[in-house]
């Protein structure tokens, strides 16, 4: 497994298509075939995210890596974030 061809594929197939509708993706880490991915800009929090990562993200690393089995999409929320859900969801 090599992260170069990774992302060159990335770069060069993956991420065009996302940026035209204002999104990206970057990758988190790969560990046994999964690749574990965080998906920015429009792309985050899209109804349409795990979709795109099934049919797209992870279709497209498939035909070219034998190695990947799986796309995972990493939805990390900031403490700032949580902290003010939890005062509104207080009042």
């Known amino acids: 497994m090599e992260m170069k061809a990774l992302e060159k594929i990335i770069n060069e197939?993956?991420?065009?298509?996302?940026?035209?509708?204002?999104?990206?993706?970057?990758?988190?880490?790969?560990?046994d075939g999964i690749v574990?991915?965080?998906?920015t800009g429009a792309c985050s929090g899209c109804p349409s995210a795990d979709l795109t990562t099934r049919d797209f993200i992870e279709d497209e690393?498939?035909?070219?890596?034998?190695?990947?089995?799986?796309?995972r999409i990493?939805?990390?929320?900031?403490?700032?974030?949580?902290?003010?859900?939890r005062k509104i969801l207080k009042k």
């Open 13 to 31: 197939k993956i991420r065009p298509r996302l940026q035209s509708h204002d999104g990206d993706v970057q990758v988190i880490d790969v560990v």
């Open 74 to 85: 990493i939805n990390e929320i900031s403490e700032d974030l949580l902290e003010m859900a």
């Open 36 to 39: 574990r991915v965080k998906l």
């Open 61 to 71: 690393l498939k035909k070219n890596f034998s190695w990947v089995k799986e796309v």
